[in-house]
């Protein structure tokens, strides 16, 4: 008896497994945008944690001072951010709206963008003004919706 061994999924494939399923398909003419998508996902989401690290230098040597959950609320924000960024890169990578190189690294790139913003704003000791904003709007917006939840429960 012959065992049929059904073909892999590119999530299951090992890198030269997807590069060789990428070459297949292209030779063949037949599209392998999951299998490009997989392989970019590979090693951007790990290079992710550089991009957040340099992110977390210039915050983490801001002085606080009102807002305790600033850095709690702040990590929030941007992990979601990622995540919905990694999210529609993905989408695009894979309908072939978007190169899937270009799709799957435009989050490492934007949060990039932001750490280089606030590192050389912390290495000119100038404010970050713009997250005291965005935290005061956090700050309010959870207090109105633990005052509406509060509402709803009383009901």
């Given at each position: ?13 090992t890198i030269g497994e ?138």
């Open positions: 008896a012959r065992v049929h061994q059904r073909e892999l999924e590119p999530n299951e494939m997807r590069r060789h399923a990428i070459a297949e398909k292209t030779a063949a003419g037949k599209p392998s945008l999951a299998e490009q998508v997989e392989l970019q996902r590979k090693f951007s989401i790990p290079f992710a944690c550089l991009v957040f690290a340099m992110v977390a230098v210039p915050l983490g040597v801001q002085p606080t001072r009102a807002v305790r959950s600033r850095g709690f609320s702040t990590s929030l924000v941007l992990i979601l951010g990622y995540y919905l960024m990694l999210s529609l890169g993905e989408s695009l990578g894979e309908r072939g709206t978007l190169p899937p190189v270009v799709a799957l690294w435009i989050p490492n790139v934007v949060l990039a963008a932001l750490g280089v913003t606030l590192l050389l704003r912390a290495a000119r000791e100038t404010s970050l003004s713009g997250l005291a904003a965005v935290d005061r709007w956090l700050v309010t917006s959870r207090a109105r919706w633990a005052a509406r939840l509060h509402a709803r429960a009383e009901s």
